[in-house]
């Protein structure tokens, strides 16, 4: 983040009140430690709208190790921002962390912390002893005995579970927290016999997090159109928390770079939609523009990634499968009642008594490395919810923002604001189709009236019918479009750098002669087709059609090296595709 800011003068700090417009009542200062941990704080944020009484602030302790990314959101937030020396000599009337990194202890006002994921669930080095963050060098040096943990364990006690052992509660012995906030009495159970000196400050508050979901749920199928997910089409999510032995993590036998290609490869395109939800550690602790190289190849093959702070919710919300770890994401799926694969169980990382541990010894595993079309379609068919699931996430779903709302007044001594306490709605994605830029092998055959179309960005095992070559001309390696029989560009029709649709179909046709069929997708339903021996065709879909309009292309150059033709009133061809019957209509153009 670069060096400390100097200290802010407005709202708070040296004269202030010669500036500030409005005297406020109450300061609430929120805790960053990393955007991980601000996107539970962003959760909260409406629980203190149109209370003139309430100066919200916000600081970063500098603690954590992933830094990135928390300064553009700070300037998405737009709250005052106190550098960290600062906020530690303002007085406020509430802190609010959803991390236990840097100094809360010697924070000047009541403090309550909440867990940034399902719970508490893993194990962490004690703070300060050389452990994985959070707590690696998460405390100033000289703090003396502020130091949470300090002299609270024998030398060589057992690994703790982060935020929730003496390691991270206890300040000189004594809990520094005036508020622990749990989200289901079985952490309280695990507190009360770990770390009975601080069961005074827990408070059970629900999860704010899941609520939001669960208030989002009737919105799944927007999620899904947002997401390009068509119908008939399944959406499996890709999900991986930080850790070396997660699904993005190369300490358990780096599964990922060999199993992306082949998902690609044998879920074909048009049955199923790829989605990765990457944990904020991942993408900020390596870069997002990294992160993006790495999985260039998978991008082009079709796969969506997710923004990893505001619409992962929608993702899972939207998800028929999540292929996962053991981090929160995957146990927030399963709560959903969504089936749930486990790539990666990251042995030795979990509390054994956390439900999510619980639910990680059970869950059922993927194969690497057998087929994995059958793992997938048996992983959703076989699939039956367990509320118990999302009976350990919260004990009073739909009740967090009551009952937060109630303990972070109580902790200020103000009377709660008028009318209930509610949530943001969690805001519908930017529309993002599905986009493969990669070649597409395409099988297609004859079934009656219907013309089956089976896409991959690989040769699938065991497809049948006869095939051709689809490439986008945005592809990667100019010279597939020399062997392709198809190709493909999307865009608006009124595209002055292309000509429209008529001119580029037959520049195309002009510049790779081995091309049959040249196709401009020009909307979610249609696109404009030209073919070398039967002229140009304008495709629409028909009533209940819902495909990839390049699908419909690819069925249209089926048909007619099948020997069909187009009439000049035009005719209705049917595709399946994903389980699905989708009838078109094929039009001569002009």
């Known amino acids: 983040m670069g060096p400390e800011p100097p200290a802010i ?16 009542r109450r300061r609430v200062l929120l805790v960053v430690h990393n955007v991980t941990s601000a996107g539970r704080l962003l959760d909260l944020l409406p629980l203190f709208h149109d209370d003139f009484r309430v100066q919200l602030l916000v600081s970063s302790t500098g603690s954590s190790a992933f830094q990135d990314g928390t300064r553009a959101l700070f300037h998405d937030l ?46 962490l080095g004690k703070p300060g002893a050389g ?31 982060f935020g929730l052992s003496p ?21 309280r159970e695990r507190l009360g016999r770990v770390c009975p000196e601080a069961l005074p400050s827990a408070v059970l508050a629900g999860d704010p997090c899941f609520d939001r979901m669960l208030a989002a749920r009737p919105y799944r199928d927007r999620f899904r159109r947002a997401l390009g997910v068509r119908r008939g089409q399944r959406l499996v999510v890709l999900n991986s928390t930080w850790n070396p032995e997660g699904l993005f993590g190369s300490g358990g036998g780096d599964l990922l770079p ?14 199923y939609r790829l989605a990765a939800v990457l944990h904020p550690n991942i993408w900020y602790g390596h870069g997002p523009g990294q992160v993006r190289a790495w999985l260039d190849r998978a991008r082009r093959d079709g796969l ?30 399963a709560a959903l009642g969504t089936p749930v694969l486990l790539a990666a169980d990251g042995a030795g990382v979990l509390d054994d008594e956390a439900p999510l541990a619980r639910f990680v010894r059970h869950a059922p595993r993927l194969d690497p490395h057998g087929p994995l079309l059958p793992q997938v379609e048996r992983g959703i068919a076989a699939h039956r919810p367990d509320p118990a699931h999302a009976g350990f996430v919260t004990s009073d779903p739909g009740r967090s923002a009551a009952l937060l709302r109630r303990h972070f007044y109580a902790l200020m001594d103000l009377p709660e604001p008028p009318g209930p306490a509610s949530l943001e709605p969690l805001p519908l994605p930017p529309y993002a189709p599905g986009r493969t830029t990669a070649p597409l092998f395409v099988r297609t055959r004859a079934e009656g009236a219907e ?84 002229g140009a065709f304008r495709l629409a879909a028909g009533p209940g059609a819902d495909a990839d ?19 000049a009133r035009g005719t209705v061809l049917r595709m399946r595709t994903a389980g699905t019957t989708h009838p078109f209509r094929a039009v001569p153009a002009d």
């Open 258 to 271: 060999g199993l992306l290609p082949r998902l690609a490869a044998e879920l074909p395109a048009d049955d």
């Open 167 to 187: 390691d991270w509660l206890l300040s000189g012995g004594k809990p520094f927290a005036d508020g622990l906030v749990l989200s289901h009495p079985e952490q």
């Open 9 to 24: 003068r407005v709202p708070v700090g040296e004269g202030s009140d010669r500036w500030t417009s409005r005297t406020v």
């Open 451 to 534: 013309l089956v179309v089976e896409r991959s960005a690989g040769h699938p095992p065991g497809a049948a019918g006869d095939a051709h070559l689809a490439v986008h001309e945005e592809t990667r390696h100019p010279g597939d479009l020399d062997t392709a029989d198809v190709i493909t560009r999307d865009g608006p029709a009124d595209d002055p750098r292309l000509g429209g649709p008529g001119a580029w179909t037959a520049e195309v046709l002009r510049l790779h002669p081995h091309c049959a069929t040249a196709v401009y997708v020009t909307d979610p339903d249609g696109c404009f087709v030209r073919s070398r021996t039967h």
């Open 549 to 567: 309009p390049a699908a419909y292309a690819s069925a249209l150059h089926a048909w007619l090296a099948y020997g069909g033709t187009v009439p």
């Open 78 to 123: 737009q709250i005052p921002e106190l550098p960290w020396k600062q906020a530690l000599s303002t007085p406020v009337d509430l802190a609010i962390s959803a991390s236990f990194g840097g100094e809360l202890p010697m924070i000047q006002g009541k403090l309550t912390v909440l867990s940034h994921g399902v719970g508490y669930t893993k194990k």
């Open 304 to 333: 969506a990634l997710i923004d990893p702070v505001h619409a992962w919710r929608q993702a899972l919300l939207a998800a028929d499968l999540v292929l996962g770890d053991f981090g929160a994401v995957s146990y927030y799926a």
């Open 131 to 161: 452990s994985r963050e959070p707590g690696a060098g998460s405390r100033e040096p000289g703090a003396g005995s502020r130091e949470p943990g300090a002299g609270s364990r024998e030398p060589g006690a057992g690994t703790p579970t």
